[in-house]
């Protein structure tokens, strides 16, 4: 189909803390660069984004810190705005879901599927913290285990025995933030029937997208559907967010997940009176960025609600990238693990395009990445300064050098083999970038300008025009070799401005200025074409595009990133919230001391996953089959918010052999997998650091 316009959206990042380098790889640098190179087609695109500032995590926050959630998005949306911009994240509007429009339009949404009879309502009794006024979240409730008796199980989980729970399970529940017992109180919510669109939901995406969709995305969507889709509440007990617009709803609002991603459509809204050409009509491509995390959201339950209202167009596609670890760990709000965006723009000012180019070039496109400052420092050095940097400041040297500071003649008639090939390369760079961006593989995108300048570089070892100078007996003959080949390397500077436009616009602009051509050249109908610069046209003197990441940059970053951990560490311990963290996981109470006899009870192996699938009707469990080596046990976990199914198949994992069966939703479970959780509620698997024979045990 042919498109009239281009929607596109990023995801709304939380507004109740900074924007880390997690966050730019994630989504936020792959939906600039496809928007920037969709201009540079010409073609009609909105880039929409905002901060997302409602929610339980924010009113937590607020909370901790003495202030109204009003401060809290005030002040992370002012600093989060800020280093999209310094990162040169050009959004065609940044809102915030906090405004009147916004307001407006998620409540009309609400009201029109509520009078469409779309919902239903239902009664249900709440843990309620009477001393803070709020209803509680799972994570938030603590009391005693009903399975091991530890007194500090959270509401989700028994840290001490592995169990899956619920708060109703809890002896003595009481409340995470006030310590303070809990009452029950009586609460009416609306549900949104998933399970309704099941079939619209199977066809659409197991039918129509199972080849367009990158297998990430599609895998975890198949997996929910396989597993069967439930009712979901979509308002929520508080006094912070958008009020839910029914006759006796005080004090309910839109659940987050219901109001956010209408909040694209606000900002639209805001942007341009003819929103409804890009939201309504059939014509226009809508694609979402996100990272792996929002995947359920934006392909299962934002699809239904517009299918539910009716006039909306679908996602055509969601790439969504896996995550990027900090220096061998998973990045950690709460632990200060992390390089914020705000705080490398103060520590490298002006060089945007180094990280940019890093954390493109180390795109987590299709598992998760690792980025070091060691790997940024060899990668800015050695390539983009050694390989792009060289060949763009080497033309430009030998150009004021042996052409008199301007662009020499081509002579057509004296081209070789070697200048025709050439040509070839520049022309069919612009095919394989093209199709690269167009087909959300970024990463290669870009490897293909950085082959390109690598071409450019051979190309003049081989001809040495330097070399020619040498031999004034051959001077008139000399110098048209001389012309040709500087004439084509400045042409091909400028096909590389226009390539990297989308991936390293503060670099393609630098070059603009250095050639003296007005940015209009950027549009990429003109790449691959080899007339760009003009004969006789002078050029400014030479001056490195890059400057070299030094040693003592790198190590005063790893130093920052550890004093920063040990610090957070030390505030955890003494109960002081981090200034950066999102609503903090309380920490697990260590545990007893045992002998070594009670440990050697516990027998550990090794095994491997080799079928997984989520349990019915059970949001948080995962039936495992685990080979372990002499048999293949079935094992349910209490992982499935933080893993889909099939991103865990052929994982190998210590798991507790000799622990009792249990039954867990009519399903014997015979073993527990071990697992690690983050200080901020992630789960980690505990696994070999090489490979291990199943059955192996653990010592």
Known sequence: MEFKRHLVTAALPYANGPVHIGHLAGCYLPADIYVRYQRAQKRDVKFICGSDEHGVPITIRAMREG????????????IIKDSFDGMGISFDIYSRTSNPTHKETSQAFFKKLYDDGAFE???????????????????????????????????????????????????NPRSALSNSPLVKKPTTHWYFPLNKYEDFLKEWIVVGKKDEWKSNVYGQCKSWLDSGLQPRAMTRDSSWGVPVPLPGANGKVLY??????????????????????YWCQEDTKLVHFIGKDNIVFHCIIFPAMLKAHGGFVLPENVPANEFLNIEGEKVSTSRNWAVWVD???????DQQDALRYVLCANAPESKDNDFTWKDF??????????????FENRAFVLMHKLCKGRVPALHADAMNEMDNALIADIKDAKTKVENAIEGYKFREGL?????????????????????????????????????????????????????????????ATKMCKKMKVVPRMLDWENAGRIDLLKVNYPLLAPELLFRKIEDEEVTAQVEKLRENLKKATQQI??????????????????????????????????GTIIKAEKVEKADKLLKLEVDMGTEVRTIVSGIALHFAPEEIIGKQVSVVANLAPRKMRGIES???ILMAQNADGKLIFVSPLQTADNGSEVK
């Open 377 to 390: 420092q060899d990668r800015v050095n050695n390539e983009l300064s050694a390989v792009l940097g060289n």
């Open 573 to 606: 311990v003494e109960n002081k919230p981090t200034t950066v963290s999102e609503a903090e996981t309380p920490l697990a109470v260590a545990k007893e001391i045992i002998t070594f006899d009670d440990f050697a009870k516990i027998d550990l192996r090794v």
């Open 256 to 277: 987050v997940w219901f109001d956010a991603p209408i909040g694209y459509i606000s900002a639209t809204k805001e942007l341009t009176n003819q929103w409804a050409d």
């Open 121 to 171: 309502e239902r009664e249900s009794e709440q843990y309620y913290d009477a001393e803070k006024d709020v209803f509680l979240a799972d994570r938030y409730i603590v009391g005693t285990c009903p399975v091991c008796s530890n007194p500090n199980a959270y509401g989700d989980q028994c840290e001490k025995c592995g169990s899956t729970l619920s708060p109703e399970q809890l002896i």
């Open 343 to 349: 705080e490398y723009l103060k520590d490298f000012p």
């Open 670 to 672: 015979n073993g527990m």
């Open 447 to 507: 490897a293909e300008v950085i082959d390109l300048a690598r071409k450019g570089n051979k190309y003049l070892q081989d001809n040495a025009p330097w070399t020619l100078a040498k031999t004034p007996e051959l001077q008139e003959q000399n110098q048209k070799r001389i012309d040709i080949c500087m004439h084509l390397c400045l042409q091909l500077t400028a096909n590389l401005a226009i390539l990297l436009n989308p991936f390293l616009p503060y670099t």
């Open 67 to 78: 202030v109204t959630p009003q401060d809290v998005v005030d002040k992370y949306n002012t």
